[in-house]
T-cell receptor, first 115, second 116 residues
Framework: GAVVSQHPSRVICKSGTSVKIECRSL??????MFWYRQFPKQSLMLMAT?????????EQGVEKDKFLINHASLTLSTLTVTSAHPEDSSFYIC???????????FGNGTRLTVT | AQKVTQAQTEISVVEKEDVTLDCVYE???????LFWYKQPPSGELVFLIR??????QNEISGRYSWNFQKSTSSFNFTITASQVVDSAVYFC?????????????FGDGTTLTVKP
């Protein structure tokens, strides 16, 4: 069964609104989670590293104020796409592991469509 | 900087054929992890294997096998007797060891189509 749960799986929102995506580790604690973005027919690109109890670390070129990450507990990280625009439409996927010796588990992803 | 190259963009085979997906990587790290993931049309990413850089033993899991050759920086994936359900995009990925193990660099993926 899934060990990382991501919700929602699909969301359609209007331009200018904000969307929150949740990533939960179901049977392990994850001090670190990772958020990736995947454009159609392209590879996964790391957006940010979510650290429990501290600020996220963003990759170069990723807007911190647009993609807000909160990792308030050891089992939950959230990604909020603020003031979404059509170019933010993408597949967002999170990952986590219990520790660095464990396999990395991915959520099922969230397909965001901004109209 | 790390880089993963999957030179084959698309591969099409007929069921029961064997198929090998190539993966070549670049890294300055002396220790690292290599991964293969499967992404079916539904979109979720399915973990297939993780290999440590210091373990060059080839691995077989059912119809799947992996050939890791550090000398050529390659980590190729072979599916034996392919099936239609194997149709998916396959990603090879590379990450550091330690606390950054989750920060993976992905290849562009290889789309495998297995025809009946």
């Amino acid at each position: 069964g899934a060990v990382v749960s991501q919700h929602p799986s699909r969301v359609i929102c209007k331009s200018g609104t904000s969307v929150k995506i949740e990533c939960r580790s179901l049977d392990f604690q994850a001090t670190t989670m990772f958020w990736y973005r995947q454009f159609p027919k392209q590879s996964l690109m790391l957006m940010a590293t979510s650290n429990e109890g501290s600020k996220a670390t963003y990759e170069q070129g990723v807007e911190k104020d647009k993609f807000l990450i909160n990792h308030a507990s050891l089992t939950l990280s959230t990604l909020t796409v603020t003031s979404a625009h059509p170019e933010d439409s993408s597949f967002y996927i999170c990952s986590a592991s219990g520790d660095y010796n464990s396999p990395l588990h991915f959520g099922n992803g969230t397909r965001l469509t901004v109209t | 900087a790390q880089k993963v190259t999957q030179a084959q963009t698309e591969i099409s085979v007929v069921e029961k054929e064997d198929v090998t997906l190539d993966c070549v990587y670049e890294t300055r790290d002396t220790t690292y992890y290599l991964f293969w993931y499967k992404q079916p049309p539904s979109g979720e990413l399915v973990f297939l294997i993780r290999r440590n850089s210091f373990d060059e033993q080839n691995e077989i899991s059912g119809r799947y096998s992996w050939n890791f050759q550090k000398s050529t920086s390659s980590f190729n994936f072979t599916i034996t007797a392919s099936q239609v359900v194997d149709s998916a995009v396959y990603f090879c990925a590379l990450s550091e060891m330690g606390t950054n193990a989750g920060k993976s660099t992905f290849g562009d993926g290889t789309t495998l189509t297995v025809k009946p």
